[in-house]
């Protein structure tokens, strides 16, 4: 089956830092993905979705000079959370998908801002 | 706006004892009603598409069912690895900017 790879599993930072997460489609190509933001017993929260090649389209209310997103090639996407501080803490969720196909998810990343 | 609303939002159930989980949703045209299940700290499964009234879909003891308002996810006999948020989502938007709408999900405790 499908499989997304996101990594890492958890971080934890000091606050001013600047955290990347890499997700990366292993078994197809994903000509796109999406980023998520998850808090404790909600749901996921669409953060951007990102086109192969494209620039990011983010959702509303979400800082774009914040939350850079990369997707440089088809099985893999990039967000880096520029100068994080602890209100950004929270569960990172990618998931990609090929046309006409579901959606499939990582593992999460964990971000903990010290 | 594409709307999901899940019920019950938590459930307690006794190995073996079988009921169903629902997903209500309204949107302006159907393009996909998806079930995944997401175990604590980890990213959704992806489980069913459902795209048609009348539609079911069968995963050992779980099987998704659509209607034109409503899907639902029945489980039976689950035993205690069933437990977990099941998380039912549309499909929103055109194609090539499409967004899955998710709802709050269901956490489901099964009891040995």
């Known amino acids: 089956g499908a499989v997304v790879s996101q990594h890492p599993s958890w971080v934890i930072c000091k606050s001013g830092t600047s955290v990347k997460i890499e997700c990366r489609s292993l078994d197809f190509q994903a000509t796109t993905m999406f980023w998520y933001r998850q808090f404790p017993k909600q749901s996921l929260m669409l953060m951007a979705t990102s086109n192969e090649g494209s620039k990011a389209t983010y959702e509303q209310g979400v800082e774009k000079d914040k939350f850079l997103i990369n997707h440089a090639s088809l099985t893999l996407s990039t967000l880096t959370v520029t100068s994080a501080h602890p209100e950004d803490s929270s569960f990172y969720i990618c998931?990609?998908?090929?046309?006409?196909?579901?959606?499939?998810f990582g593992d999460g990343t964990r971000l903990s801002i010290l | 706006e594409d709307q999901v609303t899940q019920s019950p939002e938590a459930l307690r159930l006794q190995e073996g004892e079988s009921s169903s989980l629902n997903c209500s949703y309204t949107?302006?045209?159907?393009?996909?009603l998806f079930w995944y299940r997401q175990d604590p700290g980890k990213g959704p499964e992806f489980l069913f598409t459902l795209y048609s009234a009348g539609e079911e879909k069968e995963k050992e003891r779980l099987k998704a069912t659509l209607t034109k308002k409503e899907s639902f996810l029945h489980i039976t006999a689950p035993k205690p690895e069933d437990s977990a948020t099941y998380l039912c989502a549309v499909l929103d938007g055109i194609q090539g900017a499409q967004k899955l709408v998710f709802g709050q999900g269901t956490r489901l405790t099964i009891n040995p």
């Open positions: 998931s990609a998908r090929e046309p006409s196909q579901p959606q499939h």
């Open positions: 949107v302006s045209g159907l393009r996909g």
